[in-house]
């Protein structure tokens, strides 16, 4: 029995999934790792300290090399599970040196648009890794080149956004008004519907289908 690829749409869905319930779950251990944390705090400190531009090229180049390396076929898997990972247990890490539950603090970065296009991003990134390793195998791979590349520039422009959202959504946290942050959802529910039509037209080219053919009318037949 020949094995029928799945949808990219269905992949892109499962992959959302498992990086959501990963996240959850390993940010709600009690893991303690003082060293760890000190790191994270000195490194998000040095994020949070520029300006807009700069702060944004911190940010976006490091989550587009992480995504760049989740396209790459079979690295890619263990890629986008060792990112999710590590940064959820940077989350949980915060939660008991702060005393506040890991999973709190995963939830509280869900409700910021940032995650939501943040987090699609890499399942776009290891979807289409698979997607490309099956035509890959298939030997048809050059029949969805196009298709690819439209998903990697695609991957690009959505983690651009991210950065972008992400940038602004700390520089207003560290204002005297922190909850001004979640004025970034007007800017970001556009730019999600926008991404969400335009990854729907890039995956439809190989789910239309064909017109049905109706062969000759036969005049005799009456």
Do not use: C
């Amino acid at each position: 029995m020949q094995l029928k690829m799945p949808q990219l749409k269905h992949l892109f869905l499962l992959s959302f999934i498992i990086e959501l319930a990963g996240f959850a779950f390993i940010s709600s251990l009690p893991i303690s790792d003082p060293a760890l944390y000190a790191s994270f705090k000195s490194e998000d400190s040095a994020i949070v300290s520029q300006s807009f531009f700069p702060m944004w090229l911190s940010i976006f180049p490091h989550n587009l090399l992480i995504a760049s390396i989740e396209f790459i076929p079979i690295i890619g898997i263990f890629m986008f599970l060792f990112s999710i990972g590590t940064t959820a247990a940077v989350i949980a890490v915060e939660g008991t040196a702060t005393k506040i539950s890991g999973f709190a603090i995963f939830a509280s970065l869900m409700l910021l648009p940032h995650s939501w296009l943040e987090l699609p991003a890499y399942a776009v990134a290891v979807s289409t890794g698979t997607y490309i390793f099956y035509y890959l195998i298939k030997g048809t791979l050059k029949d969805h080149y196009i298709k690819i590349i439209y998903m990697y520039l695609f991957m690009v422009l959505e983690l651009a956004f991210a950065g972008a959202i992400e940038t602004s959504e700390i520089l207003l946290e560290e204002s005297a008004h922190p909850l001004y942050a979640f004025y970034m959802w007007i800017p970001a529910v556009p730019i999600i519907i926008f991404l969400i039509w335009l990854y729907r037209r890039i995956d439809s080219s190989e789910h239309v289908k064909p017109k049905k053919e109706y062969d000759e009318y036969d005049f005799n037949q009456f």
